[in-house]
């Protein structure tokens, strides 16, 4: 669990303002949230909790992306959850005052800020936000689990691969120049079997299927994907 360095609040209060979950936030309120918050960048790989772990923190992530895996006996893993800018580690922990259901480990260099789980709640409900902010948050978690569990009984393999591949382009994308595609860098064979319950050999060879159909377009890992295709994630 090794931690790249400190980060001084002053530093990325910025990051924190602009941050949708904090935008109608205002100065003061701002002001003691950076107060009582410790800020880290860390690695890509680094374990902030494992499943079964109590602890009383909250995390922000500033910068990055973070998975929750499940694993299993033979060291397998399951991403069931991946967390990005504006999000929030450990709400689930926090909510029941248990311990935490999966493990949480970056899946880039990340920059997050941590909170004791009592403060951040009490700073919440000064704000107005615990509607807006936590309970949002927790729907949003459970919604995301129930459609992961669905995938992985109703669908196949290369369905699962096609709606992760267009959640990418949804969240991580940038529209194309020409403007009718979205154009994303593909996460490598090995994390996307991760995210669907896989292997890498299978993801190889489902990807290149995938690839030969209109649906998708690739130069190495850089992906096209036409707006017209992320109706299936709506479906």
């Not at 309120?29 to 109590?54: E, Q, V």
């Not at 949002?136 to 699962?160: N, P, S």
């Not at 896989?198 to 190889?204: C, L, P, Y």
């Not at 489902?206 to 295709?229: F, H, K, Q, T």
Request: charged share 30%.
């Amino acid at each position: 669990m090794a931690i790249a360095r400190r980060v001084e609040l002053t530093e990325v209060r910025a990051e924190i303002e602009a941050l949708e979950a904090f935008q109608n936030t205002d100065e003061e309120g701002l002001d003691s949230l950076c107060r009582m918050a410790r800020c880290h960048d860390y690695p890509r790989g680094n374990i902030l909790h494992y499943r079964g772990d109590t602890d009383d923190a909250i995390y922000v992530v500033i910068r990055g992306k973070v998975k929750i895996v499940l694993t299993s006996e033979e060291g397998r893993e399951v991403v069931i959850d991946l967390l990005r800018p504006g999000d929030l580690l450990g709400l689930v922990a926090a909510a029941s005052r248990n311990s935490h259901p999966a493990h949480a480990i970056t899946a880039t260099e990340s920059r997050l800020a941590k909170f004791k789980r009592d403060t951040f709640l009490s700073w919440v409900e000064s704000q107005g936000l615990m509607v807006d902010l936590i309970w949002r948050q927790l729907a949003q978690r459970v919604r995301h689990a129930y459609t992961r569990i669905g995938e992985h009984v109703l669908l196949d393999v290369k369905a699962r691969l096609m709606l992760t591949l267009l959640e990418i382009a949804e969240f991580e994308g940038e529209p194309a120049s020409e403007g009718a595609e979205i154009v994303f860098t593909r996460p490598t064979h090995r994390e996307l079997a991760e995210r669907i319950g896989s292997s890498r050999e299978v993801v190889t060879r489902l990807l290149s299927e995938l690839l030969e159909s209109d649906m998708l377009n690739a130069e190495g890992r850089i992906i096209r994907v036409p707006y017209s295709a992320l109706i299936l994630r709506e479906e």
